[in-house]
Each structure stands twice: as C-alpha cells, then as structure tokens.
C-alpha cells in the first residue's frame, strides 16, 4: 500500500511536501524522502516522535542511538510506516538538526493501492521554500495555578469537605 503523508513546517508561513511511500518503508527510508523533498543535505541528527490527536509528543524513533549501552530506543531502520502510521494514529513530529530544530508536523492523508510505473518515494506536490534559518522556538513552561488569579486565597476556599472518607 501507498502512504500519502503531508509534512508541514513548524511555521508561520505555510511550507508543506506531500509526499507518497510504500507502507513497507522504514521511517529512515521516510527521513531520507523528507530531507531530500525540504532540500536539505541529510546528514544530521533526525527523530520522529510519535503523538496524540492534538500534537502531544510520546515516544522518540531516532536516527541513530546514541545512547553509551545499549538501551530500548525505537531506531527509524527498524520501524515501518504501515506499523506507525494509520487512521487511528495518523500524526508524527519529525525533528531533523537537534541544534536548529527544524521541527515538522506530519500526517497521514490516505492510503491508496499502488500505481503501476510510479517510482516511490515520490513527492506529490511541493509549496513554499525553506527559510534560511529555522523558525525560532519559544520554550516555556505552562503557568502554574495561582489561587489569587482563580479568587480563591486558599485551600479552605475550595467546595469539598475534608473529612470526605
């Protein structure tokens, strides 16, 4: 089968490939079509993660492991699309360059039977440029819960008996 996947830069600017691959590619196979579809050299550092409906992050699938012994880390060249990607987990997170971040949102748009004479992986469709530097990134932690700003001055304000068991 043939995956149809959108891969959208983490930008401002709307900077998309729709890329076409066989199910049984590895993601490294996949990383590989990435990076030649944006126009970038591949030889950096890269990891998928894959994540929830609304872009959560979980668990890394890297390029390489890096790790001193050896560890539990999903390597791209052993996982496959068809074991990643489908219609109820159709989204990843493609990081490539640790160091610029250059950060992807990628989903899953069909899957459809093979065309007969059509090389893959294949990019379908190919909109905006790569900026020459990453978009900046914003770190920052989620504010933590102030009574003051919710009205409350305490504990005691809150609804709910203490001796509740």
Not at 30 to 50: K, L, R, V
Not at 55 to 60: A, C, G, M, R, V
Not at 132 to 153: H, Q, T, V
Request: hydrophobic share 35%; aromatic share 14%.
């Amino acid at each position: 089968m043939i995956y149809k996947i959108r891969v959208i830069l983490d930008t401002k600017d709307d900077i998309f490939r729709d890329i076409e691959i066989q199910g049984d590619n590895s993601l490294e196979d996949f990383h590989n079509a990435i990076t030649q579809s944006f126009g970038f050299m591949g030889d950096e550092m890269a990891s998928f993660y894959t994540c929830d409906i609304e872009w959560n992050q979980d668990e890394e699938i890297a390029l390489f492991d890096m790790s001193e012994n050896d560890s539990d880390i999903r390597l791209m060249s052993k996982t496959f699309i068809e074991n990643i990607l489908n219609e109820r987990t159709p989204k990843l997170i493609y990081v490539y360059d640790f160091l610029s971040m250059w950060t992807f949102f990628v989903e899953l748009a069909d899957i459809v039977e093979k065309e007969d004479g059509r090389a893959y992986p294949n990019t379908l469709f190919s909109f905006g440029e790569l900026p020459d530097s990453p978009p900046e990134k914003k770190f920052e932690a989620e504010p933590s819960i102030d009574f003051d700003d919710n009205g409350l001055e305490s504990y005691d304000d809150l609804d709910f008996d203490e001796n509740w068991n």
